[in-house]
């Protein structure tokens, strides 16, 4: 069975710094995606960023990037030069590539870290 | 832009009674799903669905049943609602076959008292 771990339950940034934002990941499959969502306090879960366990090349959108490390299984959230809207809570989550021959993409989340961003 | 739909952002309801959430969504998905969302549990997959009359269980199914009879929309049924079903509850869908993120609905905060 896949799990994600956020040990992060709470995170504290100044505005303008960079935070990472920890997930490891656990998972007997080769081919696998990992993504992460943000849900400010308003509720709706907006994605961020994919990496495919066969991406060489760490994932970057913007002002996120994923510090993916495959052999620790971990891929974790950095925001550079942090904003006062990026307060929210942010989840990991994977999906097996492979469930079956098909891919139905169930996703598998962490627990969630809240980011608060001070001015 | 793809859009994902909840009927309702806030409910309240007994205990006892029988709940309809609903879900639409128009970007012709094949896949859907319905999520709770708890304090320090993340998001749980009750129920998803691949194809119009198919679904799957997720990993707490218990207390609820689900229903597609049309390919944009996703029903999840609290047969007897019970207390410990209040939570925020979140459908989402994506296409099949794809490494396309999930998109989700808003979210609906359910309270059963």
């Known amino acids: 069975a896949q799990k994600i771990t956020q040990t992060q339950p709470g995170m504290f940034v100044q505005e303008k710094e960079a935070v990472t934002l920890d997930c490891t990941y656990d998972t007997s499959d080769q081919s696998y995606g990992l993504f992460w969502y943000k849900q400010p306090s308003s509720g709706e879960m907006i994605f961020l960023i994919y990496q495919g366990s066969y991406d060489e090349q760490n994932a970057t959108e913007g002002r996120y990037s994923l510090n993916f490390q495959k052999a620790r299984k971990s891929a974790n959230l950095v925001i550079s030069a942090s904003q006062l809207g990026d307060s929210a809570m942010y989840f990991c989550a994977m999906r097996d590539l492979n469930a079956g021959g098909t891919s139905y993409g169930k996703l598998t989340f962490g627990q969630g870290t809240i980011l608060t961003v001070h001015p | ?113």
């Open chain 2, 1 to 113: 832009d793809v859009k994902v739909t909840q009927s309702s952002r806030y409910l309240v309801k007994r205990t006892g009674e029988k709940v309809f959430l609903e879900c639409v969504q128009d970007m012709d998905h094949e896949n859907m799903f319905w999520y709770r969302q708890d304090p320090g549990l993340g998001l749980r997959l009750i129920y998803f669905s691949y194809d119009v009359k198919m679904k799957e269980k997720g990993d707490i199914p218990e207390g609820y049943s689900v229903s597609r009879e049309k390919k944009e929309r996703f029903s999840l049924i609290l047969e007897s609602a019970s207390t410990n079903q209040t939570s925020m509850y979140l459908c989402a869908s994506n296409r099949a076959y794809s490494n396309q993120p999930q998109h989700f609905g808003d979210g609906t905060r359910l309270s059963i008292l």
